[in-house]
C-alpha cells in the first residue's frame, strides 16, 4: 500500500486495528464501544469517511473564509472582514480537530490497550 493521501493513512490504522482484532470501520461495533468507556478513552475517527474528501472540504471554506477576509479588507469593510476572519479562525480549529482525532487514534493503536488478541506491539517508553 502506497502512503500518498489521508485515504492511504486511514487504511494503514484499520489494518493495524484488525491486527490488534478491532474492526475499525464497523461503526456499530466501535459505538457501542464509545459508549461503555470514558470520553478519553474512545476512538475518535471515522474510518468509513472518505478522509481526503473531508481534509479538501474544510480546506476549501477556509481559503474561502480568507479570501473574503481579504476581499472586505481591500473594501475596508471592517466588520465583514472581522466575521469571515473569524469564520477562518474556527475553521482553522476545525482543521486542528480534524488531525487531533487522528493523532489520538493512533495513540490508541500504539499502546494496544483495546486489542482483542495477542498481536504483540513492542510497547514505547513515556520519555
Do not use: H
Not at 464509545?34 to 471554506?61: G, I, K, M, T
Not at 466575521?83 to 493512533?106: C, H, N, P, Q, V
Not at 493503536?109 to 504483540?120: A, I, S, V
Amino acid at each position: 500500500m502506497e502512503l500518498n493521501d489521508l485515504n492511504s493513512v486511514r487504511d494503514a490504522l484499520r489494518e493495524l486495528g484488525r491486527k490488534q482484532g478491532i474492526d475499525l470501520g464497523d461503526e456499530k461495533a466501535i459505538a457501542k464501544f464509545n459508549d461503555e468507556v470514558p470520553f478519553d478513552s474512545q476512538w475518535f475517527c471515522y474510518y468509513a469517511d472518505d478522509w481526503n474528501e473531508e481534509l479538501e472540504e474544510r480546506l476549501y471554506y477556509f481559503f474561502e473564509s480568507m479570501r473574503d477576509y481579504q476581499d472586505a479588507m481591500a473594501k475596508k469593510d471592517i466588520k465583514f472582514a472581522s466575521s469571515s476572519f473569524f469564520s477562518a479562525m474556527s475553521l482553522m480549529g476545525s482543521l486542528r480537530s480534524f488531525f487531533s482525532s487522528i493523532e489520538k487514534d493512533m495513540i490508541k493503536l500504539l499502546k494496544g490497550e483495546d486489542k482483542t488478541n495477542d498481536f504483540q506491539w513492542p510497547q514505547f517508553d513515556d520519555e
